[in-house]
């Protein structure tokens, strides 16, 4: 078990060394693919945390965020801390979140790295709301 642990913690090390060396022998492409999927992941780690705010916010009844006020309601619930690069409103790619409510369902979008909404390159999450 033990072992396991340490695997996985040396995993993304192993990983991220490869990558660079592998950047340096053929070109920066393969280091911008990797810093790419790096921040594609970081993205859908964010709008996790995201989601999950905002079903907080539905425990207990209907939800009472509206679309056009989710970034003045993120930056009042979740926040900006001093000194970040970019504000809570924003997505990983500089884009802002887009609170999306259809038909019984809610989702979360980061719009990816076009900032273009309904593109492939979008990041969506499910909401859980047992209102």
Do not use: N
């Amino acid at each position: 078990m033990m072992l396991r642990l340490v695997f996985l913690k040396l995993l993304p090390l192993a990983a991220a060394t490869y990558g660079i060396e592998e950047g340096a022998r053929h070109g920066t492409d393969f280091a911008k693919q990797l810093i790419a999927q790096a921040t594609g992941s970081m993205a859908q780690y964010e709008l996790g945390a995201v989601a999950r705010a905002v079903s907080a916010e539905c425990v207990g009844g209907p939800l009472k965020i509206r679309p056009d006020q989710f970034p003045q309601w993120l930056r009042e619930t979740i926040g900006t801390e001093k000194g970040a690069a970019r504000s809570v409103e924003m997505d990983r790619f500089g884009h802002p979140y887009d609170l999306l409510l259809r038909s019984r369902q809610i989702f979360v979008r980061s719009r990816g790295p076009d900032g273009v909404a309904e593109t492939k390159d979008d990041i969506i999450a499910e909401v859980p709301c047992s209102s």
